[in-house]
């Protein structure tokens, strides 16, 4: 539980895959949810039972499954940065901008495409 409470404090939802990088078994989430200390967000996403639910839990569970074992500050650092963002009417909710809702989500990933003059 001391792993998982200082992944908690530095992720706040956090993956099994980060979970299993600092040597802690999936099964000990399993059972820290059957114990009521963690709860599960989504599957392979958790937080802690006394961290206060927000609207945008699944939104960043949904953002950390795109790379489940990478912390949050491994992925924002500028030449890491997987360019995997909220876009439309999501980042619109998020940022308070018009009326619009958090979902259906929309997340924006970048493409690697070769031009057809060198396929």
């Not at 939802?13 to 820290?32: C, E, H, S, W």
């Not at 876009?87 to 018009?98: F, L, R, V």
């Amino acid at each position: 539980m001391q792993t998982t409470s200082e992944l908690s404090a530095s992720e706040r939802i956090f993956m099994t895959a980060q979970v299993k990088r600092l040597g802690v078994p999936r099964n000990a989430l399993a059972k820290a949810c059957v114990a009521g200390r963690l709860l599960r967000v989504m599957h392979d996403a958790y937080r802690m039972a006394g961290v206060p639910s927000v609207e945008t839990d699944e939104l960043e569970a949904i953002w950390k499954l795109t790379a489940p074992s990478l912390f949050t500050h491994e992925r924002v650092q500028p030449s890491a940065w997987d360019g995997i963002v909220a876009g439309g009417t999501t980042a619109a909710s998020i940022h308070g901008i018009g009326d619009f809702y958090l979902s259906p989500y929309v997340l924006i990933a970048p493409s690697e495409c070769t031009p057809a003059s060198q396929a």
